[in-house]
């Protein structure tokens, strides 16, 4: 099943090679991921309750990771976790028991979501995705956004920006080669631009977590 009607062939095959050098790399880096995720886990892990608690329905988590979030969702969620590469989803799948929600896991590329049928999703969560993904690859990933949430469904994206705090865009600089290189993250993605110029997504509010660093994305789509 293919949904590709709104994008042209040749953006569709760029970002196809881009995910695999992204697979491959987080296929590699899932190895040894929540070690070196370790020191800033300790923040991140008391925002998740929040993060994913109030969320209800049927919930798609785009870039599931190694399931960090998975024991915080309520009960009553019927969640679909996607992630491009099979070694963090292996690892997400042996934090799948600690999940009090129906949860099921599978391999999908955000950019294209081949297996996820259209208007299905109350909410669509992601944590730290975007800023993974390439700039020329991110309005790909918004437009499935758009396409598998229902009309009225709610997004959250978390993401990382430069500080315009010159002390900490400063030490921010000095780790965004390793970031970029064991990640494939950086601190100066679009994300916000890319949802503010999709035609059916609409964003509701911003806010930072922390400093003005850990950018928090809400919106909702149209009734269309």
Same mark, same amino acid.
């Given at each position: ?138 309005? $790909?990933?918004?437009?499935?956004? !758009?396409?598998? #949430?229902?009309?009225? /469904?709610?997004?959250? &994206?978390? *993401?990382?920006? @430069? ?28 994300? $916000?631009?890319?949802?503010?110029? !999709?035609?059916? #997504?609409?964003?509701? /509010?911003?806010?930072? &977590?922390? *400093?003005?660093? @850990? ?10």
């Amino acid at each position: 099943m293919m949904y590709t009607g709104e994008r042209s062939g040749r953006a569709v095959m760029r970002a196809h090679e881009m995910n695999l050098g992204l697979r491959a790399r987080y296929n590699i880096t899932a190895l040894f991921y929540d070690i070196l995720d370790y020191p800033w886990e300790r923040i991140y892990r008391k925002w998740r309750p929040a993060l994913v608690g109030d969320l209800r329905g049927k919930v798609l988590e785009a870039g599931v990771g190694t399931g960090k979030n998975l024991e915080f969702y309520h009960h009553d969620v019927d969640l679909v976790g996607i992630e491009l590469s099979e070694q963090m989803l292996r690892k997400s799948e042996n934090r799948k028991q600690k999940a009090r929600c129906r949860t099921r896991l599978m391999i999908e590329d955000a950019t294209v979501m081949d297996s996820v049928p259209s208007g299905q999703f109350d909410w669509i969560l992601s944590t730290f995705m975007c800023c993974v993904m390439p700039d020329e690859i991110q309005a $790909l990933a918004i437009e499935q956004f !758009s396409r598998v #949430l229902k009309p009225g /469904g709610r997004f959250r &994206l978390l *993401e990382m920006v @430069y500080s315009k705090d010159r002390k900490i865009r400063k030490r921010q600089e000095l780790f965004a080669p390793l970031v970029e290189k064991i990640y494939g993250a950086r601190f100066d993605r679009n994300t $916000l631009q890319h949802i503010e110029q !999709s035609s059916r #997504l609409r964003v509701t /509010g911003t806010s930072f &977590l922390k *400093e003005d660093t @850990y950018l928090l994305i809400e919106g909702v789509r149209d009734q269309r």
